[in-house]
C-alpha cells in the first residue's frame, strides 16, 4: 500500500515568516525515514499506511502546538493498494511523456 499526503501546517500568529517553525516540522519528516518532497507550499510525504501519514501530521502538530494560539492545515490524501514509491513513479511517469520537469 502506499499513502501519498501532502499537507501544509504552519501557526498563524507569528507574522509574515514561519521558516523557523516550519523547519522544525521539516527535520521531524526528515528524522522520520519517510520519504518526503519539500516544496514551496507544502510537502509529500510517503507511508506504508494512511495511519502512519497521519501519525507524521500529529507529531507535525505537536511541534507547533507550544508555540502558537493557532495552527493551520491543510491535507491531500491518495491511498492506493498494492503500490509503492510513488513519490518518485508519480513524476518519472510525466517525465516520460515530456521530458525533464522541476521539482
Known amino acids: 500500500m502506499s499513502a501519498l499526503l501532502e499537507f501544509a ?9 514561519v521558516s523557523q517553525y516550519v523547519s522544525q516540522v521539516i527535520e521531524m519528516i ?3 525515514g519517510v520519504d518526503y ?7 509529500l510525504i510517503e ?24 495552527v493551520y492545515s491543510t491535507m491531500t490524501v491518495d491511498i492506493q493498494k498494492n503500490k509503492h514509491n510513488r513519490l518518485k513513479s508519480k513524476v518519472s511517469s510525466i517525465e516520460k511523456k515530456i521530458g525533464k520537469v522541476n521539482l
Do not use: C
Request: aromatic content about 6%; hydrophobic content about 35%.
Open 9 to 17: 501546517i504552519f501557526p498563524t500568529d507569528k507574522g509574515d515568516s
Open 30 to 32: 526528515r528524522e522520520s
Open 37 to 43: 518532497q519539500l516544496t514551496a507550499m507544502g510537502t
Open 47 to 70: 507511508t506504508e499506511t494512511f495511519p502512519e501519514a497521519l501519525e507524521i501530521v500529529n507529531r507535525a502538530y505537536a511541534i507547533l502546538e507550544p508555540h502558537s494560539d493557532r
